[in-house]
T-cell receptor
Framework: DAKTTQPPSMDCAEGRAANLPCNHS???????VYWYRQIHSQGPQYIIH???NNETNEMASLIITEDRKSSTLILPHATLRDTAVYYC???????????FGPGTRLSVLP | DAGVIQSPRHEVTEMGQEVTLRCKPI?????LFWYRQTMMRGLELLIY????????DSGMPEDRFSAKMPNASFSTLKIQPSEPRDSAVYFC??????????FGQGTRLTVV
């Protein structure tokens, strides 16, 4: 079973920041938080991952709370192409597989 | 690298026929995963391999499903005989050690 809880859907205006929350209250000390997204009809795409420090790459930023029980994925300037289902996953670095929950369906509106 | 390559992209077959899905992982990756995605159940892990050896096949729905990885650059998922409830998108993914998993574009299977 997935170890994370995400809102089923969110809307965001184009050009604004999209903030996608994720709760992972049972996360273990050796588990990382990963974010993937799936654009319609495509395979899931890796976005970012982190352990306890905030992370940023060319796609997004990941903010993890100090107690590590929740995190937020931030898309700083959402575009229509960011419309997708976003999955938050917790997994040990050398864990065996990724367990996908239902994710959050983000709709970026013009 | 061209990424994880799956074939065919679309497959339509009649109930009772054998179906074979193919996957070429990213070169150098030692883990390979097969997932199935349906509207009802979302993304489910079917089986994964490490260094060509099946490690966990507990997600394989029943004996009609089988997967092989004869070498590091090729894997197949076979359904025999196929049934309409097998209709889904099947994804293959690969990774190396602690890296993130990279997914193929999937095979959309329709069994009529």
């Amino acid at each position: 079973d997935a170890k994370t809880t995400q809102p089923p859907s969110m809307d965001c205006a184009e050009g604004r920041a999209a903030n996608l929350p994720c709760n992972h209250s049972t996360i273990s000390g050796n588990e990382y938080v990963y974010w993937y997204r799936q654009i319609h009809s495509q395979g899931p795409q890796y976005i970012i991952h982190g352990l306890k420090n905030n992370e940023t790459n060319e796609m997004a930023s990941l903010i993890i709370t100090e107690d590590r029980k929740s995190s937020t994925l931030i898309l700083p300037h959402a575009t229509l192409r960011d419309t997708a289902v976003y999955y938050c996953i917790v997994r040990a670095l050398y864990g065996q597989n990724f367990v996908f929950g239902p994710g959050t369906r983000l709709s970026v509106l013009p | 690298d061209a990424g994880v390559i799956q074939s065919p992209r679309h497959e339509v077959t009649e109930m009772g026929q054998e179906v074979t899905l193919r996957c070429k992982p990213i070169s150098g990756h030692d883990y390979l995963f097969w997932y199935r995605q349906t509207m009802m159940r979302g993304l489910e892990l079917l089986i994964y391999f490490n260094n060509n050896v099946p490690i966990d096949d507990s997600g394989m729905p029943e004996d009609r499903f089988s997967a092989k990885m004869p070498n590091a650059s090729f894997s197949t998922l076979k359904i025999q005989p196929s049934e309409p409830r097998d209709s889904a998108v099947y994804f293959c993914a690969s990774r190396s050690g602690a890296t993130e998993a990279f997914f193929g574009q999937g095979t959309r299977l329709t069994v009529v």
